[in-house]
């Protein structure tokens, strides 16, 4: 403020302005501002203003900050998206290579059926994990869009808690590591809610403690409900495990998607980050919360609280199917795993069952032929497919040879089955089924194997269905597509014609005769006219069995509201590609012949 300054400054500017803060008493900041100019150059008058800018230097320094973090967290988004990609294309990579990899070797080796069948498995394998990591992506972009809607059906929570245990003691054993589960008894038998999300979250965390937790440690859940009102229940599953753990500065940043605590992760451990940003949506939208506590070196744990429903009429409905129970069944249980004998026992328990295990084929042979000698018998045996010294198939010719055609055989495998399918029903065994094994699968197997005799009902029950006469319209534009469910269908006995586009589907069916066609496979996304636009015309058209002929969609992209927009199409069922070749004759076989 020396008059000899500002002179000097106003030498070369007009308006020049210098700024200082003051404190008050309470020490408080004031921000102020004074301005300078000649009111009268020629007489050497200067004009001072002074102003409080405290509310406008503030307002500036807040939306500076606001801009600083925007860009901040645009650049941390972009980086991460980046290195998502690129990590992504890495785990996209690793199995691609080895299915491309694998088909030469095929290829190469045709005449070695051995050789084939080992690289058709591993193709297998590589082709779930490729089906597991773009599930996973699209349940993201399905977050991310507000497309992720939850059901509301019945949990039987039995049968819930058992099918996470069941694959939870595989993955577990398969590392060495100890996995228990404990539920309180105040839980309820059945509730309300979305069971195959639920499953995800649960089996995500619980997957997480198992693959971060090395051999020899400890995996536990414990369930229990927490509170009760009306008809909503709280409750909450606590999995611990005394693995690596999770570092301070990294618990923050768990829920955000594609985050891992170290890039070594993936290659590691596998996975792609993605799990738990999914879970806590999930639970977001469940009303419920997850949190999480590690000490690094020691051990994690997490907890997942979801609200669900309770009904009367869930409890009436689950009982009704419980009530189906098998008490007058006596049943032998073959496994060399004696945590799978333990374990298929409890399920067996739990149905009513009346049951004896045996670590080996031969002592599997040893009981049924005692207990035959006693001119008793077992209903039912299930033996494990891989056993040393004799496997379940051998076991199973020799036991159909003492006992003949009433024991019913069941063989359960951890493997794909087909290539042994034949071999075993020639050696006499009724049913394969795949483990682990859940209560749900082994009551259907149950009901589907002992249902004529319970029921005294004679209805043919298909398990190798046979279409022979009978001809579906394949409505696909994918050649790739069209050629892999032709030779699915045409292995039933199917004769398949072929649509490239829905026009073309529409078209066919209104010119050929009523009953032409016995069914109707109808890709969603086609050019020219799609799936949906297909059906309804169909539906529409003056033909007789414009209304009955079922007409099936399929589809890659199975978000819920698909679904319902192929059945508001008029379509009676909805198959995700890819396709499973069970689930597409079951489904062809339920409108073909129940119609
Ligand atoms: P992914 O397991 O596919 O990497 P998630 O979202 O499920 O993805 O987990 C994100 C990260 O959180 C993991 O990569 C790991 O670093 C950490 N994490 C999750 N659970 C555990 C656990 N039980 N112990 C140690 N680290 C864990």
């Known amino acids: 403020m020396i008059p000899a300054g500002i002179i000097r400054n106003l030498k070369t500017q007009r308006v020049f302005s210098t700024m200082y803060s003051i404190y008050d008493d309470e020490h408080r900041v004031y921000r102020k501002r004074i301005q300078y100019a000649y009111l009268d150059e020629a007489a050497g008058q200067v004009v001072m203003t002074r102003t409080d800018v405290t509310d406008i230097m503030e307002e500036q320094k807040k939306q500076q900050d606001l801009l600083e973090s925007a860009l901040l967290a645009a650049k941390q988004a972009s980086s991460a998206k980046t290195e998502f990609l690129s990590r992504m294309s890495h785990e996209i990579m690793t199995p691609m290579n080895a299915i491309i990899g694998m088909s030469a070797i095929a290829a190469q080796s045709i005449g070695n059926d051995e050789e084939i069948a080992d690289c058709i498995s591993k193709i297998g394998i590589s082709s779930r994990f490729l089906l597991s990591l773009i599930n996973d992506i699209l349940d993201m972009s399905r977050i991310e869009s507000g497309k992720m809607l939850l059901k ?12 996470i245990n069941t694959i939870c003691f595989a993955q577990a054993q398969a590392r060495n590591i100890y996995y228990e589960c404990t539920v309180a008894p105040d839980v309820e038998e059945c509730y309300v809610g979305d069971a195959m999300k639920l499953q995800q979250v649960v089996m995500n965390v619980l997957s997480n403690a198992i693959k971060f937790t090395p051999e020899g440690g400890r995996v536990s859940m414990n369930i229990s409900q927490r509170k009760r009102i009306k008809d909503n229940a709280e409750l909450r599953f606590v999995i611990n495990d005394t693995g690596c753990g999770i570092s301070e500065k990294f618990i923050p940043h768990i829920f955000e998607p594609f985050a891992q605590e170290n890039t070594s992760t993936t290659s590691n451990y596998g996975g792609t980050g993605l799990g738990l940003a999914i879970s806590k949506n999930i639970v977001d939208m469940m009303n419920g919360q997850i949190n999480v506590r590690s000490i690094v070196g020691v051990g994690t744990e997490f907890t997942v609280d979801v609200n669900l429903g309770i009904t009367d009429e869930a409890r009436h409905k689950y009982r009704e199917r419980a009530s189906y129970n ?19 026992g409890i399920i067996l328990k739990g149905m009513g069952v009346q049951f004896e295990w045996v670590d080996s084929g031969r002592k599997a042979i040893d009981k049924v032929t005692a207990k035959w000698k006693s001119k008793e018998s077992f209903d039912l045996v299930l033996l494990d497919w891989k056993m040393p010294d004799m496997d379940g198939i051998e076991t199973a010719r020799e036991i159909r040879r003492i006992v003949g055609p009433d024991i019913t055989i069941i063989i359960m495998t951890a493997y794909d089955w087909a290539s042994i399918e034949h071999e075993a029903k020639l ?22 194997v002992f249902g004529d005799k319970k029921e005294g009902e004679h209805e043919d029950i298909v398990t190798n269905f046979d279409f022979t006469g009978k001809r579906v319209l394949l409505a696909e534009d994918h050649p790739l597509n069209v050629e892999v469910a032709t030779k699915l269908l045409e292995h039933r006995g199917f004769a398949v014609e072929h649509a490239e586009n829905g026009l073309r589907a529409l078209e066919m069916f209104t010119t050929t005769p009523v009953g032409y066609y016995d069914a109707i496979l109808m890709d969603i996304r086609m050019p020219q006219m799609d799936g949906l636009q297909a059906a309804s015309n169909i539906r529409h058209c003056r033909k007789k069995d414009a209304k009955t002929v079922p007409i099936i969609a399929m589809t890659a992209n199975a978000f819920e509201d698909d679904i319902e927009k192929s059945m508001a199409a008029g379509m009676n069922a909805h198959l995700a590609k890819p396709i499973e070749p069970d689930v597409l004759y079951s ?4 409108w073909i012949f129940r119609k």
């Open 427 to 448: 050696a006499g065994v009724n049913l394969l089924m795949s483990k682990p094994m859940f209560k749900s699968s082994l009551m259907s197997a149950f009901e589907k």
């Open 326 to 344: 098998f008490t007058e069944l006596k049943a032998l249980v073959g496994d060399d795993d004696v945590t799978v004998c333990e374990y298929t």
């Open 152 to 163: 509301n059906e019945n949990i039987p929570f039995e049968e819930f808690v058992n099918g």
């Open 587 to 590: 489904t062809l076989a339920q």
